[in-house]
């Protein structure tokens, strides 16, 4: 079984069993819609991506949040850096289409501390999913969550790959083994 870092984020996402597929792209927004989860227009461009196109099997994994700091890192770190880290403490990323799985997941998520969404900077309590991009630096690279004001947001960000999260910036990973 595979332990998780102590170092786990304690206002972040505990880990949890959440079952990832098994819906179309049509249920996923409207189970999104009914939970009242917006969405920005990066998000529905990550929707509309063809990793939505097909029903991929239901599957039940782990997941946790953990901070960049708690990887091991003490400096802003690029997302390769960060993947490649985690993956090292056998940690996973994330399929690509787990970002409205974990978003109706966690929707016990922590308010935010702003309200402003500051650009070029990761929003205060906001965890970002781990995983592989979907396409080149002009489609955004994947989903984040962040609850603003009391409302659920699945946001899609973009970034450079040379862009560096800062150490207390924190990122869902998948925890194989765990259970």
Known sequence: MHEVPQAARSDGMKPRSV???GVSRQGI???LAAAGVELNDYARMLLAHQVF???????QANFASFRVQDLGIQQPATLKTIFDLAMSQDLALCPASAGPFLRLATMDQQNSTNSILSAGKKPVNSLTIAS???GTD???KG?????????PWLRG???ENAYEFA???AFIFQIPGLG
């Not at 989903?143 to 409302?151: A, K, N, Q």
Request: proline residues 12%.
């Open 167 to 169: 150490p207390e910036d």
């Open 19 to 21: 079952v990832i597929g």
């Open 132 to 134: 592989l991009p979907l």
């Open 29 to 31: 927004e409207k189970r």
């Open 143 to 151: 989903f984040y969550l962040r609850v603003v004001d009391g409302v």
């Open 53 to 59: 196109d097909s029903v991929s099997p239901a599957e």
């Open 157 to 159: 960000y973009r970034c």
């Open 138 to 140: 002009d489609f955004p």
